[in-house]
Structures are given as C-alpha cells and as structure tokens.
T-cell receptor
Framework: NAGVMQNPRHLVRRRGQEARLRCSPM?????VYWYRQLPEEGLKFMVY????????ESGMPKERFSAEFPKEGPSILRIQQVVRGDSAAYFC??????????????????FGEGSRLTVL | DQQVKQNSPSLSVQEGRISILNCDYT??????FLWYKKYPAEGPTFLIS?????DKNEDGRFTVFLNKSAKHLSLHIVPSQPGDSAVYFC????????????FGTGTRLQVTL
C-alpha cells in the first residue's frame, strides 16, 4: 500500500547550489501538488501539476524555482542557487481527481512525509 | 494576508475530555473545509472535511462545525486520547480550484494523562 513517496527525506545544500526534490504520487493518482512549510508556519501552496502539464503555479516564487511532472517518472521540484531562506519542509501531495468546477469536490489530498531542505 | 487563521498555537487537554480546535477564515469564496493532523517528521493526514452546504459533519470521535456567517469552524474531539497529540491544520478551498488548499498555521494539541 504505497503512499506518496518523497526523496530525499533530508537534503543539505550550500548557498548557490541546486536542490532537486522528487515525488512519486500514489498509484492511480495523476495530480501532484507541492507545498512548502517554513518553520512555525502552515503549509503554503506552490504548484499543481498533472502529467506533462503545469496547471497552477501561482504559489511558486518567480525565480529559481521550477517544477515538472514528466510522462514517465516522478515529479521534480527544482530550486536553483539556493539561499538560506529556502530552508523548509517541502511536501508533495497527490489526488486521483481535481476539484471539479461547480461542485464541492475538491479532492482530499494525500501527503508524503516531506523533504527537509537545509541551506548552509 | 493570512486567509485561514488558527489563533491558538497550542492547546492542552486531559485525556477523556473534549478538545476544541478553532479556525477562522476571511475569504468568503471558500466553500470546502478540511482538517489535517500532523505528527512530527511526517506529512499531514486527512482527518475530516465539511462542505459549506452543511453546518456539521461527524466521524467517530471527530466532529467539525461550520458557522458560515461568522466564517468560523471548529473541530471537536471527544473523548480525547493521548494518541491525538499532534498538530492540527485547518484548510480551505474554493470549488473548481483543483484542490488548491489554503492552510492555517496549525494548533498543537497535547492530550495529557
């Protein structure tokens, strides 16, 4: 019963390096979401992807951050030239269905255990 | 701009008593609300949800109440158990926004013996 798998669980990078976080959704789920949790804060939406498409990236910082969900393989959240402020827990979630316009079905999200990025 | 607010960062309750966690929201477009529970070093897990067409939803020991006019919801846990000790996040969304959830900052519940 594999849930959402994220790796690495912990990642340490020096300022200026690149960080790549991977997420494999639950079996049968084709919708992936990335959230970031800064210390002592709630989770903040970053991006919503379906296979090969970015659906909503309204929460992504304009620079240095990118995300993809290729036809084959996991979703990748990429942070270039990391800075100390990028230190956070990054959570991936998946769902089988998106929210449907005109209904209250938002689709409960299933979260992974998170990837904790520390920037030195 | 914090659209979903959990004003109590922590709550301590004795085992067997009722835990009440509160959540307020400002965006009147929100029409679906969820509670997630999170243990340290783990991802959030879904607990219970409620649509804006209802004012109460119950699942075992967990009940969520929604007061749309006050833009307020609460999670009741009764009876509270030590295993309920965790951080509880309130989340809200707008129908048709593809599960884009807006989370509160969380309330840490400690259930004592």
């Amino acid at each position: 019963n594999a849930g959402v798998m994220q790796n690495p669980r912990h990642l340490v990078r020096r300022r200026g390096q690149e960080a790549r976080l991977r997420c494999s959704p639950m079996k049968g789920h084709s919708h992936v979401y990335w959230y970031r949790q800064l210390p002592e804060e709630g989770l903040k939406f970053m991006v919503y992807l379906q296979k090969e498409n970015i659906i909503d990236e309204s929460g992504m910082p304009k620079e240095r951050f990118s995300a993809e969900f290729p036809k084959e393989g996991p979703s990748i959240l990429r942070i270039q030239q990391v800075v100390r402020g990028d230190s956070a827990a990054y959570f991936c979630a998946s769902s089988p269905l998106p929210g449907l316009a005109g209904t209250s079905n938002t689709g409960e999200l299933f979260f992974g255990e998170g990837s904790r990025l520390t920037v030195l | 701009d914090q659209q979903v607010k959990q004003n109590s960062p922590s709550l301590s309750v004795q085992e067997g008593r009722i835990s009440i966690l509160n959540c307020d929201y400002t965006n009147s477009m929100f029409d679906y609300f969820l509670w997630y529970k999170k243990y340290p070093a783990e991802g959030p897990t879904f607990l219970i949800s409620i649509s804006s067409i209802k004012d109460k939803n119950e699942d075992g020991r967990f009940t969520v109440f929604l007061n749309k006019s006050a833009k307020h919801l609460s999670l009741h846990i009764v009876p509270s158990q030590p295993g309920d000790s965790a951080v509880y996040f309130c989340a809200a969304s707008v129908s048709g926004t593809a599960s884009k959830l807006t989370f509160g900052t969380g309330t840490r519940l400690q259930v004592t013996l």
